[in-house]
């Protein structure tokens, strides 16, 4: 956005950000992964890098002290931020008032827990850009994907292992349950490093950008439950072959055995060597041959969180 449309606009620095604290008295805490963004051309790079265009609805999670929202907000974007801590989403309208008197209007706060919301008020978006709690990076960027089928791309800030796992592709050492369920949703891609002293308090750990691009679901007749239930027996023992990690989900490793190769996948493969579209097919070979003792075993809550 030019600065003609947005003139009074500015956004967080370290001093900004520790008045606010103490002004709300705010003490950020391990337990909710709270690290507030200091450094302008941080969040400015983080927008730039997630494509977030003029006029366009994004979902923010954990916003904190506004840092990331602002720079939202500078680039044209309305802004949905969904804020677990009361104090945080009771202080944020204020802070946008003060740094960016021109857009107020386009911040809606949602008090809420995002991994377990189940409705978004406003537009629906079609952007979702956050700097997610570590903790639960993983389980809310999933729960999203699947609660908001309007999204059509995003970027999150993760740590990096876990950037590194949600972007991991099939025969990676670190691909896995993440980067397979991410895969049924999107096509994810690293987008680039972070440094510790952007945070205040900075974290003990490094930071990563993920980027993803919505994508349409494999075509199946499955559930998304049962394939993901596939995926999760598959990485439950990473070093067992899926002849016996799915011997659970099949009744016994015979059965598991001619479903895999009913599937067109060696009984004797890993998890880690296969992609969606490999587990969809497994899936669908068990479905083809268990009764409805299995149902239960993998098959969740259609509405439910999605697990990682």
């Known amino acids: 956005m030019s600065d003609a449309s947005a003139p009074r606009l500015r956004l967080l620095g370290p001093a900004e950000v520790r008045e606010l604290a103490a002004a709300f008295d705010i003490r950020p805490t391990k337990q909710r992964g709270q ?12 927008v730039r890098e997630s494509g977030v265009r003029e006029g366009e609805t994004v979902i923010e999670v954990g916003p904190g002290l506004g840092s990331l929202t602002l720079a939202l907000l500078e680039a044209g974007a309305d802004v949905t931020a969904i804020e677990i801590d009361p104090a945080l989403a009771e202080a944020l309208p204020g802070t946008i008032a003060r740094f960016a ?3 107020a209007d386009r911040v809606r706060v949602v008090p809420a827990d995002a991994m377990r ?4 008020p406003g537009p629906a978006p079609t952007g979702l850009v956050a700097n997610l709690p570590y903790n639960v990076s993983v389980p809310v960027l999933l729960h999203l994907m699947a609660l908001l089928p309007s999204l059509e791309h995003g970027l999150v800030m993760v740590q990096s292992e876990v950037a590194d796992r949600l972007a991991a592709k099939p025969g990676s050492k670190v ?4 980067s397979a369920k991410a895969a049924w949703f999107a096509d994810v891609r690293r987008a680039g490093a972070i440094g510790r002293n952007v945070f205040w308090p900075a974290p003990n750990v490094d930071s990563g950008l993920v980027a993803w691009t919505r994508r ?4 199946t007749k499955v559930s998304r439950e049962r394939v993901f239930a596939v995926i999760d027996a598959a990485f439950a023992h990473r070093r067992k072959a899926l002849r016996g990690a799915l011997r659970a989900l099949a009744g016994s490793a ?4 001619a479903a895999l190769e009913a599937a067109g996948v060696e009984p ?6 296969l992609d969606i579209d490999a587990f969809v097919r497994i899936a669908e070979a068990l479905d083809g041959q268990v009764d409805g003792q299995v149902d239960g075993q993998v098959d969740g809550p259609a509405d439910g969180p999605v697990s990682a």
Do not use: C, H, L, Q
């Open 268 to 273: 004797m493969a890993r998890g880690e060597s």
């Open 254 to 257: 015979e059965a598991a055995s």
């Open 117 to 120: 919301v189940t409705e978004i």
């Open 35 to 46: 690290n507030f963004v200091i450094d302008a051309n941080t969040v400015r790079r983080i």
């Open 101 to 103: 008197p021109d857009a």
């Open 216 to 219: 349409e679901p494999p075509t």
């Open 175 to 178: 691909y896995g349950v993440p």
